[in-house]
C-alpha cells in the first residue's frame, strides 16, 4: 500500500550536499519520509546518528538509510524493490551522487569511464529503474545535481570564472547529465513528472576528499546547506517557474544556459 507521506530518495546522501538536504528536508515538515543513500550502510548509518545528535528534536520528517550505490546494478535493484515493498511509490529522485577522479597518473580513458559511470551513466540507470515508482506518485519530481561546468555555452565564455580550469572529463560527464535532464523532461512530461537539472555552485563537498575539501575552503566555497535550501525550495514546488524554462536551475535563482 502507498504510503501517505512525501517519499524521496537520495543518492549519495551520506555527506555533503546530500546530507544537508536530507537534514533540511527532515527540518521542514512530518510529510517527508527521507531515503538517504549511500554506497555504504555503515557510512550512512553513521551520517543519520550524525544528524539525529546535531539536530535532534528539530527533525519533524523520518529518515531512513538505503544502500545503494549508483555504479552497481544489484545495488540499484534491490532499493527499488525495497522501497515498492515498504512504500509502493517514490515522490521525489534527487540523483546526487556524483565524482572527480583524482588518482594520479591516471590515463584519460580510465578517469572518463569512472567518471561517466557515476556522473552520467549512474542517474540514468537509477532513474530507468525508479521511473515505474515515480510514475505512481500524485506529484512526481526528478533532480539530477549538474553543475554549470558541464554548460557549453559557460565553457565558451571567455568572461566566465571557471573559463581557465579544464577539468575535461568531468565537464563532459556533467554537460551528458545536462542532456539527460532535458530528455527526462520531454520523454517525462506525458505523466506529470517535474525534472531540472540543478546547479549548486561551488561547495564544500567530499567530493575531491580531504584534501580537495580544505582546497574548496581557501578557494572560498560556499556552505552545502544553501545548495540544500535550494534544493528544497525545488521538492517543495516553489521554483516551479524555472523549471519551465530551458536551462539549468541555479543554486540563487533563475536558469542557466545548457
Known sequence: M??????????????????????????????FEILLGSRSLEKGTKALETLQTTHGDSLKGTISVIQIDVTDT????????????????????????????????????????ETFETNTFGPMMVTETFEPLLKKSANPRLIHVSSDQGSITGRLDATGKWYHLKGDTYRMSKAALNMLAACHRVNFSEWGCKVCAFNPDFCVTNLTG?????????????????????????????????????????????????
Do not use: C, M
Not at 534544493?231 to 542557466?256: M, Q, T, Y
Open 2 to 31: 502507498a504510503s501517505n507521506k512525501t517519499i524521496v530518495l537520495i543518492t549519495g546522501a551520506s555527506s555533503g550536499i546530500g546530507l544537508e538536504t536530507v537534514a533540511l528536508l527532515a527540518q521542514t515538515s512530518p510529510d
Open 74 to 113: 544489484k545495488s540499484i535493484l534491490s532499493a527499488r524493490e525495497q522501497i515498492e515493498s515498504e512504500y509502493g511509490k517514490l515522490d521525489v529522485l534527487i540523483n546526487n551522487a556524483g565524482i572527480i577522479v583524482t588518482k594520479p597518473l591516471v590515463d584519460t580513458l580510465t578517469n572518463l569511464r
Open 210 to 258: 580531504e584534501e580537495g575539501r580544505q582546497t574548496r575552503l581557501k578557494w572560498g566555497a560556499r556552505d552545502p546547506k544553501e545548495a540544500a535550501a535550494a534544493l528544497v525550495e525545488v521538492v517543495l514546488g516553489n521554483r516551479d517557474g524555472d523549471l519551465g524554462k530551458s536551462g539549468i536551475v541555479h543554486v540563487d535563482g533563475g536558469v542557466l544556459p545548457w
